[in-house]
């Protein structure tokens, strides 16, 4: 069964980076993505990466955030770099889906969540 184990979240000032990472193992899959949710919120999809290492980003983070992967390590990145507080919220990573999308219904395998806060 695989297992997504994200890490990489934490504190940061508006305008700061962070890069989060998630772990597949025992193997990746071939379209996963970030996901996002505030309190109170519905969960969104930041970003999502196929095979082919083919890209979409929600308008919200388009051209902040980068998505990237590296198959020889099964990990997912995230890279976030200007960061606002209304980024602050739960990431998570998110595999196995039949297309590629932001979607969250079409995920079906998720991590546990890493928090991302962004302070003004």
């Known amino acids: 069964q695989v297992q997504l184990v994200e890490s990489g979240g934490g504190s940061v000032q508006a305008g700061g980076s962070l890069r989060l990472s998630c772990v597949a193992s025992p193997y990746t899959y071939g379209r996963m993505g970030w996901f996002r949710q505030a309190p109170g919120k519905e969960r969104e999809g930041v970003a999502a990466?196929?095979?082919?290492?083919?890209?979409i980003y929600a308008d919200s983070v388009r051209g902040r955030f980068t998505i990237s992967q590296d198959n020889a390590k099964n990990t997912l990145y995230l890279q976030m770099n200007s960061l606002k507080p209304e980024d602050s919220a739960v990431y998570y990573c998110?595999?196995?889906?039949?297309?590629?999308?932001?979607?969250?219904?079409?995920?079906?395998?998720w991590g546990q969540g890493t928090q991302v806060t962004v302070s003004s």
């Open positions: 990466i196929n095979s082919a290492d083919f890209t």
């Open positions: 998110a595999a196995d889906s039949q297309d590629l999308s932001l979607l969250p219904y079409r995920y079906k395998k």
